[in-house]
């Protein structure tokens, strides 16, 4: 199988990611092999081991890299300078926004993230921490601001995750595959609305 773009000027680990990229795309991780992507990145099996010890490690990394640019745009969500109100709500619109466009845009990579989410896989683990770690920055600067009643954080994180679990699950995201984004907004937007009120009262 020949890779669709050019490589060539890659650097070779790369060239070995782009490959598995494209080869996951295609076919999904059960037929994927470090000999075939090897081929496709145009270089010896052997040297994909000098990269990768493994083909679930390759597949882990193909996973982190799509992952980092959201953990990114979370991050700087959460050290803007906006009420924690704000930032709370631009948090989970934007994990909801970025899962639901790589599942219409690359399906099967974002079904090997929820696959990797379900049995709490390193890639998985290490992707929920820095978004939790986002969330709990947000929380603690409204409990400064007095944007949030502080009761407990634990319970305040746990609140967040429970409240918006439909609409930034990876399983969720999957199972509302089929249901218009318009609706799923809607609904979200009611949810975070509520969710916010419990954080302002300290009801929770």
């Known amino acids: ?42 270089m010896s099996h052997a040297n994909v081991y000098r990269y990768f ?14 992952l980092r640019p959201i953990e990114s745009e979370v ?23 970025a899962y639901r466009d790589k599942l219409e845009r690359d399906p099967q990579l974002f079904r090997i993230y929820a696959e990797a989410a379900q049995v709490d896989a390193p890639v998985a683990r290490k992707h929920g921490a820095r978004l939790q770690g986002a969330v ?31 609409f930034i699950h990876p399983a969720a995201i999957m199972l509302d595959a089929r249901t218009a984004r318009t609706a799923l907004n809607t609904r979200a937007g009611r949810v975070t609305r509520l969710l916010l009120q419990e954080l302002k009262s300290g009801r929770y």
Do not use: C
Request: aromatic residues 6%.
């Open 75 to 97: 991050r700087v969500i959460a050290e803007s300078p906006d009420p924690a109100t704000d930032k709370l709500e631009r948090i989970l619109v934007a994990i909801q926004r």
């Open 1 to 42: 199988m020949a890779a669709e773009s050019n490589t060539s000027d890659l650097p070779a680990d790369a060239r070995i990611m782009e490959a598995a990229a494209t080869f996951l795309r295609r076919y999904g991780p059960r037929r994927a092999t470090v000999v075939a992507i090897a081929q496709a990145a145009g």
């Open 53 to 66: 010890p493994s083909k679930a490690a390759l597949i882990e990394e193909v996973t982190a890299a799509w």
């Open 136 to 166: 709990q920055r947000t929380l603690e600067e409204g409990f400064v601001q007095g944007n949030f009643r502080q009761v407990d954080l634990p319970r305040a994180l746990a609140l967040v995750f429970d409240v918006a679990h439909r």
